[in-house]
């Protein structure tokens, strides 16, 4: 799973000038990640360094090959050499902030 998502990580940069990527891992049909998924446009904002992505592993399963997520929303963040987080996240501001912190710390 590990070296997939880095692929995915790797994928998604190397079409953008950022060189850090939060990358929210989710599907179509939950809940939880449409109503996350406005949390997430507010920090992509708060973050114009940051590329932020939702990407819907079912519209996108070619990437992600047999990737198996069984929590959503999954938070991916990370440079295209390195994951530094990858997992599970709270639908609620203060948490997608604090993960984010993650990538600008040494």
């Known amino acids: 799973e590990h070296a997939l998502l880095q692929r995915l990580l790797a994928h998604k940069l190397s079409t953008s000038n950022a060189p850090v990527a ?3 891992l989710c599907a179509q049909w939950c809940g939880v990640c449409r109503d996350f998924r406005q ?8 973050h114009p360094n940051v590329l932020f992505d939702f990407v819907d592993v079912e519209d996108e399963a ?3 090959d047999d990737l198996d997520i069984e929590t959503f929303p999954t938070l991916v963040l990370g440079t295209a ?8 996240i709270l ?3 203060g948490a997608l902030e604090r993960h984010l912190r993650l ?4």
């Open 22 to 24: 939060a990358l929210c």
């Open 91 to 93: 639908p609620q501001p």
């Open 62 to 64: 070619d990437l992600l």
């Open 81 to 88: 050499e390195r994951i530094v987080f990858a997992g599970p």
């Open 39 to 46: 949390i997430f446009e507010v920090a992509s904002a708060i």
């Open 103 to 106: 990538l600008t710390e040494p």
